[in-house]
C-alpha cells in the first residue's frame, strides 16, 4: 500500500474512499502533521500502484484487512484511523475485526446501506443507482469525464464535479477504473449488532449539505455506539474535509486530544 508520512507524535491513519487516494487528505495531513504523525494510504488497486494489484480482487473486505496489515508493518499502532465515505465504511469493519489495532476511530460521512431494526434496507434511492450504473458505462466506454462528473454529484449534490479542484479532477481520473469494481462489490449494511463489536471511542463527521442517507446513518451510528460523539461541518457537503479544512481538522484534533 503506497503511502505518505508527515509529522511526528501519535499515529493518525487516513483512509480514502472512492476514487480517491492517499492525495485525498493533504490538507489534514498539512495542518495536522504539526501536533501528530499522520499517514495518509492508498488502497489496493488505486493511485499510484494502479497495476500491481490486477491480479487481486477488488474487495471491501480485503481492504478493511489490509489497514490492519498496514498498521502491523508499520509498527506504530494502535492508530487514530480516520475513514471518509467509502474508506468509512472499510474503517469501520476494520477496527470490529482488529480492535487490538485501533485507539479511535472516526468516520467523515460513511458509506453503505443502513438496516435499521424491523425497517427495510436504507440504502440510495433507485434513481442514484441507476444514475452510478451509467457512471460507470461512461468510463468504461471512454467518456470518462462525463461519467466522474455524474457520479460525483450523486455522491455529494449537483455541480459538485464542476466545482471541484484540478487536484481532485486529476485524482478522480487517475482512479476512475477502480468505480465498475467496486459498484460490483456492494459495501454491506450497517447493523445495531456490528457496532456493539466496535470497542474504541468513535467520532461521527457529517457535512450539512451531505445528501440525507449520510444524516441518517451518522445518527444511526450515534445511537447504537456505545462510546460515540457526533459533529457537523456546516456549509459543507459530502467533501467536507476538502471544503472546509481548517473546521474539520480542528474537530479531529479536539476528538484525538483527549484520547491519547
Known sequence: MPFVERGEGALLLFVHGSLCDYRYWQPQLAGLSK??????????????ATDAARDQPFSWSRHADEIAEFIEAFGAGPAHVIGHSRGGSVSFHFARRHPELVRSLTL???????????????????????LRARAVQ??????????LELFVDSVSRPGS????????HTM?????????????DPLPAY??????????????????????????????????????????????????????????????????????
Open 35 to 48: 501536533q501528530y504523525r499522520c499517514v495518509s494510504v492508498s488502497l489496493t488497486h488505486y493511485w499510484p
Open 108 to 130: 467523515a460521512d460513511p458509506g453503505g446501506p443502513l438496516q435499521l431494526p424491523g425497517q427495510t434496507l436504507a440504502q440510495l434511492p433507485e434513481t442514484a443507482n441507476v
Open 138 to 147: 461512461l468510463i468504461e466506454s471512454g467518456e470518462v469525464n462525463a461519467g
Open 161 to 168: 464535479w464542476a466545482r471541484s479542484t484540478r487536484a481532485f
Open 172 to 184: 478522480a481520473t487517475d482512479n476512475a477504473h477502480t468505480l465498475g469494481p467496486q459498484l460490483r
Open 191 to 260: 447493523t445495531r449488532e456490528q457496532a456493539g463489536e466496535i470497542a474504541c471511542p468513535v467520532l461521527l463527521i457529517d457535512g450539512e449539505e451531505s445528501p440525507e442517507i449520510f444524516h441518517r446513518t451518522v445518527a444511526a451510528l450515534d445511537e447504537w455506539l456505545g462510546d460515540a460523539r457526533r459533529a457537523t461541518v456546516n456549509g459543507a457537503s459530502h467533501g467536507m474535509n476538502l471544503a472546509r479544512p481548517a473546521a474539520f481538522n480542528a474537530l479531529i484534533d479536539q476528538f484525538v486530544r483527549k484520547r491519547n
